[in-house]
């Protein structure tokens, strides 16, 4: 086969494998434009009468129909052609690039509870697309689920159905009989094996799966219970777990329990009914979902069911975890964002400026003239509007998921020029400020949209390019500093409209603002890569050093005002003691990639960081730890912001879409799309009603909660 070209297009390179149902090939496709690559599956009918031929032709046409609508779901390779050749039927598919779940879990290794968790999750969202076809896969198991590079999700792969042309489980009036059990070992519940798959057997598999997460086990060491027939692992299991996590335990292995029952009529019966249990156990563990599997180490033993064995999993609400970093961290990033400080709930009114500020955060790059900011988010706490209530001690408010559900667009203001406009909102969330191409700022009525001042910049000689790059309000709403391509740091006087200083007239130009929540200190980031510290309101330059080799894309300050954060084009993540100026931590993503966004989380805990690669991460701030990765998909992320709740963030990416997202489940809540091209800036209003957006597209978007 291989060098073989099918169809005068599909251009055999290699074998990737196969077996009784026939053989897969990776092949390239001649008549596109640099022959991407795609996998043939050759199927092979087990007789060749002419009879059975026919009939499997019909069949192999319906089900290439099926497979074809499957291909709609983002996480189902496509299919791209399906032909006959030869007595010999062929599926030609989307390539998946990426690795295969055998790889990831292999013998002896263990993910967490939470992570097990995440992972039936998103197996069990493709299934429900799949059952929602009236599909049963009738293969799940790891080999055929591939987490793709491109953005770390995972896809389905090699459907079982397809499996009936090859196996002579078509009987001669062209239906299938089930008659041969089309599955895998291990993974097959007895309905299936017994040639009677029914939908729930797709549930049992995903179950053995995460079993299988679990303990470490392979599907084929999973004891059985000779009598009942029943899987028997949680007893054991359980056995070594500390008393005090022993109840989260339980609630996940119920679930489990429930997917692997032996006689079908006891599992859940939809996905739908599995995905709430996997709903309401997000809930026991505290939003702890979050884990990026790929990110976590795993411990190794040879027997799990070892008494000495420890495993590595998530604390109840009340418990601190004791064993892996990873999952240290990700709980206290989890404790720390889901409770609202006393401050926050306690001593804040409506309208007025919490300490716990989400820093005013302006920034830009300059290799693709575009900018990057959030605009004066400080953000006043309402929580005591809200309604906080707590399910399995799980801090939920109606209002946040009001919130993610109502906030939709009000108006549109006309863009400038200036494609990478940057927006910020003032502190009493009245004036919206976008910065120009002609180097003014302008000032509109954040309720009407009226153009309401302009700050002009004093004439110059100078021809070079004025754009302004980054703005940023003072949280005291006196000033204003904005920073550009024509040098150095302007700080306006919001109430005379008129220019009080320029700081580090002489830098390269600058990309990136942010003020201190005391409004006493600007940090600025420059397109060189040097920061500049300084004092807003004398103007007086306090530190100008080489932060980074490259162009500083965003910056954030600590609600403390103690802590900068640089991200930056030299694909780091600076963290500096603003007062020294000293380096405390340098970030770096995992493969390089640029990083065009920061924020800091309204408790000063998390760093978020948006880069080229579509991913959003989280970082301990204190020790400069990855948290975790939400991947959103292949566009960059371009600006980050955290709700004041410290669980919500907000992203606007280069596909030109707002995401809203929850931190702790890892999901995302809301795609909102409205630009037709990359978002650059965002601002949110201290009152969290108001959200704005800017894109290259040259408009300016205002998001409202009605
Ligand atoms: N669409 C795809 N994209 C990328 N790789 C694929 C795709 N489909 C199959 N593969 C890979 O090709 C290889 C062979 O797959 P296939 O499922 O056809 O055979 P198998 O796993 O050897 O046998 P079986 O069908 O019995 O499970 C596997 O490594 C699988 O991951």
Redesign the pocket.
Known sequence: MLGKTLSGRYHIVQH???????Q?YLAEDLQLPSNPLC?V?QLKPKSTDSSTLQTAKRFFDREAEVLYKLGNHDQI?RLLAHFEQEQEFYLV?????GH?LKQELPRGKRLTEAQVIVLCQDILQILEFVHQQHVIHR?IKP??I?RRRQDGKLVL??FGAV?EVTTGAINPSGNTSFSVAIG?PGYMPNEQLGGKPQFCSDIYAVGVLGIQALTGLSSSQLPQDLRTSEILWRDKWLHNMPPQQVQTSLELADVLDKMVRYDYRQRYQTVTEALQAFEQLTMVYCGSTTASISEVSFTESADPFEPTATYPRLPLVSDMPTDTMESKELTQALHSQQQPTSKTLGNLSDGQIADETITPLVSSRKKYRKLIAIGGGIVASVSLAFGIYHVYGYTMSLAESQWVQRISLSKTLPGDSNSFSPVAISPDGKTLASGSEDGTIKLWDLQTGKLRNTLKRPPSSDKRSKAVRAIAFSPDGKSLASGGEDNGIKVWNLDTKTLLHTLSEKSYWISALAISPDSQTLVGGNADGYITIGNLRTGELQNFFAGHSIIVNSLAISPDGQTAVSGSDDNTIKVWEIKTGQLIHTLTPPDSRRVFAVAISPDGKTIASGSEDGVVRLWNLGSGKLIQSLPVGSASINVVAYRVDGHTLVSGSRDGTIRLWDVRTRKVLRTMPGHSEPIYSLALSPDEQTLVSSSKDETIKIWRVP
């Not at 598919?93 to 690039?97: K, L």
């Open positions: 990737l494998g196969g077996g009784g149902f026939g897969t996998v599956k390779p598919q989307e390539c998946i690039e295969d293969d080999a055929n591939i792969i090699d499996k895998s």
